[in-house]
């Protein structure tokens, strides 16, 4: 059985030991959020990569909160509905990764 699911298929939140392996670096866990910051040199870098990542979460149907600044985003992301942890959490936050190119 998939340590995520339950016996009726439904998504369940994580353990903490499995959110510990799935914490890559520069993303932290904060009660039931992951969230990472990145840095741009600029404001047109910022938004640039505000829009890949609102465009990539959008495809996911899978929305991450922004917090945005001139030159730094920071993206976090929860389950709401399981009110915690999921596997698609850190597959986004995978995503938002390879998106940022520094």
């Known amino acids: 059985m998939n340590p995520s699911r339950d016996p009726d298929n439904k998504v369940t939140a994580l353990s903490p030991p499995e959110i510990e392996r799935l914490l890559t670096p520069g993303w932290q866990q904060h009660d039931q959020t992951i969230s990472k910051s990145y840095s741009f040199e600029n404001y047109y870098q910022t938004i640039a990569f505000v829009n890949a990542v609102a465009w990539m ?17 920071r993206v976090s992301y929860t ?23 520094p």
């Open 57 to 73: 979460t959008h495809r996911e149907d899978h929305h991450p909160d922004l917090t945005v600044s001139y030159n730094r985003c």
């Open 79 to 101: 389950t709401h509905a399981i009110n915690g942890l999921s596997v698609n959490d850190f597959l986004c936050a995978a995503k938002a990764d390879a998106l940022f190119k």
